[in-house]
């Protein structure tokens, strides 16, 4: 990957002062090359790496394997496109494998979740099987670790 | 009732205790530290080398080794060094395992020096030098280097320093703390200075792969310098291989057969396990290394800047893994701005003069952690540097 989306995926708010150091380069070409990245759509958009459970305490988050029936001349997309509508889905994935569709959702409670896949998911047209597996603890994120109580740095302090 | 100060070893007793050491032991102290102080890498061994300890176990290889370690490893060793300094060493006859860098060090000089005679040290620098030769009765002279040469040794400095006394020169460069590294020129001026002469010297190049923008020269591939250099590396920064104690010396065959006697008398020999791993990590794990050092030189570019534009000057460190700002424009000296830092903003950072007396009015930060976690520090440091205007 390009050495400054690298960089960028790490934290998105360092400057373009300092990824200009990093990088060994000027602060405008630095700018210019993100403006062309988003431009060509490489760079979508901005987002933080939440920590949920101090967030958002009342939020689930659940992954759901869909096995479907690709649909003449348009094969998946079609079925993807109509459940990547909804507000509740954060991520549509086509996978290889013993399903089809992978799709992250998240609600304010397991109910909330379990009711919009059986009315809203498991009714649509095309799909053959449904199977919801809840989040319980996520450790990393993004390439991020969500802290947890221990120090991670097992390193001490040691010196001659 | 047993008077212990009367029966410990005299010499022992002065030795001053390690001033990274002092700092640490504040540093413990208190919660939530973020810390810069750690001088090791916060890489994982690459998964090859763990894989072949794993499998050394497994095959039962746990016993004893030659004294001057498994041939098979000090051949890796001479085809590495051929490799990357163009220097051959016999195997058989002029390479010997060790614990660690820090082991060759210690039975290196051990080997050399008689009391009184003097060793060069070239500061700031590691800090363990300078006891050894204590130890050994012999008499630690420090060269002090400067920022303003980009602390390299110069032909001056060294010249001012030699008297008929002068065994030993200690060489450690690529520089912890500063991030000084010797070019082959600068080498050459040194070289000039000894070539007449009997000094020795002792090449600490154990970052010698964590070079930034050129590659690292050992002072003994200057002309006339291979038969009066011991040269010191080892696997713990270059492969991320800290706690495996893993080390090497190269000398010359008289010497090396006066160093493996020591060495055989006091460990026997390096942990089996790791001396294969090593095998490994020579052979196989150079785009591992690469990876690191690309890692290092982003890292390092950003606390440059990032120090320069806070005011704290920051010369360009070319190797290891350390910067070494200038703090004297806060009106401060070393300890009390770390011990500032520390209390009032949790960042730890290692006194400079804890280096040497020339390291004196700057600090030494280390890079062997991730952006983010830098990113962090810089910005408290910013902060602390901000109140004291």
Not at chain 2, 285 to 298: G, I, L, T
Request: glycine share 6%; hydrophobic share 40%; aromatic share 8%.
């Amino acid at each position: 990957m390009d050495s400054l989306l690298q960089l960028l995926k790490q934290n998105a708010r360092f400057t373009n002062q300092q990824l200009a150091a990093m990088l060994d380069t000027t602060e405008a070409d630095i700018a210019a090359r993100i403006k062309d990245f988003e431009k060509k759509g490489v760079i979508m958009g901005y987002s933080v790496i939440l920590n949920d459970e101090l967030a958002d305490k009342d939020t689930v988050t659940a992954f759901i394997e869909i096995r479907v029936t690709p649909q003449r001349d348009c094969g998946f997309d079609d079925l993807a496109k109509t459940i990547m509508m909804y507000d509740e889905v954060e991520s549509v994935s086509l996978m290889s494998g013993a399903y089809d569709l992978a799709v992250t959702v998240t609600g304010a409670d397991l109910k909330t979740i379990a009711l919009f896949v059986a009315q809203k998911l498991s009714t649509i047209e095309g799909v053959i099987s449904t199977a919801t597996h809840f989040v319980l603890r996520r450790y990393k994120e993004k390439g991020i670790f969500i802290k947890q109580d221990k120090n991670i740095d097992e390193r001490g302090l040691v010196s001659p | 009732m047993i008077d212990y100060d009367k029966i410990l070893n005299k010499t022992i007793k002065e030795i001053k205790p390690s001033g990274i050491r002092k700092f640490f032991d504040i540093a413990q102290e208190i919660d939530d530290v973020i810390s810069l102080g750690v001088g090791e890498p916060d890489f994982p061994t690459p998964w090859s080398i763990r894989q072949k300890a794993i499998q050394t176990i497994e095959n039962k290889r746990t016993i004893y080794t030659a004294n001057a370690g498994l041939e098979s490893l000090r051949k890796s060793i001479s085809n590495y060094t051929k490799r990357h300094i163009n220097i051959e060493y016999d195997p058989k006859t002029e390479i010997v395992v060790t614990v660690g860098g820090s082991e060759a060090i210690d039975i290196s000089i051990r080997t050399l020096v008689n009391p009184g005679d003097e060793v060069l040290i070239v500061e700031p620098c590691f800090v363990c030098y300078s006891p050894i030769v204590s130890l050994s009765g012999g008499v630690p002279v420090p060269i002090e280097t400067k920022m303003e040469d980009n602390f390299k040794l110069t032909a001056e400095a060294l010249k001012a320093k030699i008297t008929d006394k002068t065994k030993l020169l200690i060489l450690p460069f690529p520089n912890n703390p500063t991030g000084a590294i010797m070019t082959r020129k600068d080498l050459e001026k040194i070289a000039d200075v000894l070539r007449d002469t009997d000094i020795m010297i002792l090449s600490d190049e154990i970052y010698s792969e964590l070079t930034y923008g050129r590659k690292h020269c050992s002072i003994a591939q200057i002309d006339g310098m291979r038969e009066r250099t011991i040269m010191i590396n080892g696997f713990s920064k270059a492969f991320a291989m800290t706690g495996w104690r893993l080390g090497y010396v190269c000398a010359p065959q008289p010497i090396a057969k006066q160093i493996v006697k020591l060495h055989q008398y006091a460990i026997m020999c390096s942990p089996t396990v790791s001396q294969y791993a090593g095998i490994e990590a020579l052979d196989n794990c150079e785009k591992e290394v690469q990876k690191m050092v690309n890692e290092y030189n982003v890292r390092r570019r950003f606390l440059t800047d990032s120090f320069n534009r806070l005011g704290l000057t920051c010369f360009n460190p070319e190797g290891a893994f350390y910067v070494f700002p200038c703090i004297k424009s806060t009106g401060m000296k070393s300890e009390e701005f770390c011990e500032k830092l520390l209390h009032s903003k949790k960042v730890a950072v290692v006194p400079g003069n804890a280096f040497g007396e020339s390291g004196e009015g700057h600090i030494r930060v280390s890079y062997a952690y991730s952006l983010n976690h830098l990113n962090e520090a810089i910005s408290r440091i910013e902060e602390f540097i901000n109140e004291l205007k």
